[in-house]
């Protein structure tokens, strides 16, 4: 049998990466991606894509996978009477997943990878190597396999916080137009329902909250009731309803030292203030990638703790601002005196962009608008 350099469980956003970046650092690498659908398949997701998700795909050579698709600017965050409604400095999209993911998934496979469908059952770690279903053989694996991910359950990693959310696609309503809306809940934080335009007359929608001990576990029924209660309408007219998992980041992230990787959904990166997950999934794959890449070139069996220190240098400390964040905005004042600041003044609105979808930091004027 082969003995394939990588083997990447999941061919999402996180997987894909993973590809491109062992394939950018040496296109000599033998790749598989194994998924369990064919693509293109849909995805639960906000379907936002951050900027800086793009620069980072560039710098592996991929470019133009968001074409036709329709820049939007305007980003509103509202919690009861108190909002925000502003330009953001750099422009968003929302594609669905079948189409980003989709193309993604393409783009490794024409910088080299393979893509097989496959559910993976287990993998074993040995000297050498790591059996994957007891019959493909990996000197690397990458687990990019989402929210129930089979390789971090190998691993013996735990998973962290948990949020509940359901998704759907409805007609944009006028005044939702070319915008982005998050509208927090009233109760314990964090909960809110979003309506992302896509740009085609049709908005993703949908309603998320953090699962607690001390609250019964929403139904569908819910967590639609949720939806039209915060966004009224929103879900007129919906379709493709999907419930599904959020592993929300926590205050630290360690990856293991070794030739297993976490990546993405997979690795419990989501982002506890706003569910934002594919610039953790891109960033995370292509550090991965570029891990393994070294490795081989080292003739060392370990990528994991280069990837540790990649990683911590990327996101280490964005991760504790973040999670900080989502502790202090737990309070309704707290996230209200954070509104009222983004509200007036435009840098304390690029702050929190920055905090909620991509890598940013607390910065001191948005300490002291969130303390206000």
């Known amino acids: 049998m082969p003995v394939w350099d990588l083997v990447v469980v999941g061919a999402g956003p996180a997987g894909a990466s993973a590809a491109l970046g062992a394939l950018a650092a040496d296109p000599s690498l033998s790749v598989l991606m194994l998924d369990r659908h064919d693509f293109p398949r849909d995805k639960a997701c906000g379907d936002g894509i951050a900027p800086h998700v793009l620069d980072l795909l560039a710098g592996v050579g991929v470019t133009g996978i968001i074409d036709e698709w329709t820049p939007v600017r305007r980003f509103a965050?509202?919690?009861?009477?108190?909002?925000?409604?502003?330009?953001?400095?750099?422009?968003n999209w929302v594609v669905p997943r079948t189409v980003f993911d989709h193309r993604l998934a393409d783009a490794a496979r024409t910088a080299g990878a393979q893509l097989v469908r496959r559910r993976v059952r287990g993998l074993e770690i040995q000297r050498h190597a790591v059996l994957v279903d007891g019959e493909l053989d990996a000197r690397f694996v990458v687990g990019a396999d989402g929210a129930h991910s089979v390789v971090r359950r190998d691993l013996g990693v735990k998973p962290g916080p948990v949020a509940l959310a359901i998704r759907g696609y409805a007609p944009t309503p006028t005044a939702r137009a070319a915008s982005q809306v998050i509208a927090y809940g009233p109760g314990r934080q964090p909960s809110y329902a979003w309506s992302f335009d896509r740009g085609d007359g049709w908005s993703n929608v949908g309603y998320g909250e953090q699962l607690t001990s001390d609250r019964p576990r929403p139904t569908r029924a819910d967590l639609l009731a949720h939806l039209e209660v915060l966004l009224p309408g929103a879900s007129d007219g919906g379709k493709s309803w999907w419930g599904h998992h959020l592993p929300l980041s926590g205050w630290t992230w360690r990856p293991s030292a070794g030739r297993v990787m976490l990546?993405?959904?997979?690795?419990?990166?989501?982002?506890?203030?706003?569910?934002?997950?594919?610039?953790?999934?891109?960033?995370?794959?292509?550090?991965?990638?570029?891990?393994?890449?070294?490795?081989?070139?080292?003739?060392?069996?370990?990528?994991?703790?280069?990837?540790?220190?990649?990683?911590?240098?990327?996101?280490?400390?964005?991760?504790?601002?973040?999670?900080?964040?989502?502790?202090?905005?737990?309070?309704?004042?707290?996230?209200?005196?954070?509104?009222?600041?983004?509200?007036?003044?435009?840098?304390?609105?690029?702050?929190?962009?920055?905090?909620?979808?991509?890598?940013?930091?607390?910065?001191?004027?948005?300490?002291?608008?969130?303390?206000?």
Request: aromatic content about 4%; cysteine-free.
């Open 77 to 91: 965050l509202t919690r009861g009477d108190v909002g925000v409604d502003r330009d953001m400095a750099r422009p």
């Open 263 to 372: 990546a993405g959904d997979a690795a419990g990166l989501i982002n506890p203030m706003t569910g934002e997950g594919i610039y953790y999934a891109v960033a995370t794959g292509l550090l991965a990638g570029r891990a393994v890449a070294n490795a081989l070139r080292a003739d060392s069996p370990d990528a994991g703790t280069s990837y540790r220190r990649r990683t911590a240098r990327l996101l280490g400390s964005h991760l504790r601002h973040t999670a900080l964040t989502a502790q202090l905005t737990r309070s309704g004042r707290v996230l209200d005196a954070g509104i009222r600041a983004a509200a007036a003044d435009q840098r304390i609105f690029d702050d929190l962009v920055e905090l909620g979808l991509a890598d940013g930091l607390i910065t001191r004027r948005l300490v002291r608008g969130l303390m206000s």
